[in-house]
């Protein structure tokens, strides 16, 4: 079982705020490409909702490491 990294306080607030960061380009790249969808109808929604997912756990495996 791996052991756990300690780091301390301002380290570890600065990772958060990357994450939370992140989190909200992910969060407004999801949001336009909804609002496209919406008003172009470029793809039938299943196959926008799937071409999401792939691509959410496509950057997951990408962005893994975190250092």
């Known amino acids: 079982m791996p052991k756990k990294m300690k780091m301390d306080d301002a ?16 969060m407004l790249v999801l949001g336009a490409l909804i609002l ?3 008003n172009w109808n ?12 792939a691509i959410a756990g496509i950057a997951k495996l990408i962005m893994s490491n975190c250092k």
């Open 42 to 53: 470029v793809v039938s929604w299943p196959n926008f909702i799937g071409g999401v997912l």
């Open 36 to 38: 496209a969808n919406t």
């Open 11 to 26: 380290k570890m607030q600065e990772h958060w705020k990357m994450h939370k960061k992140m989190m909200g380009w992910k």
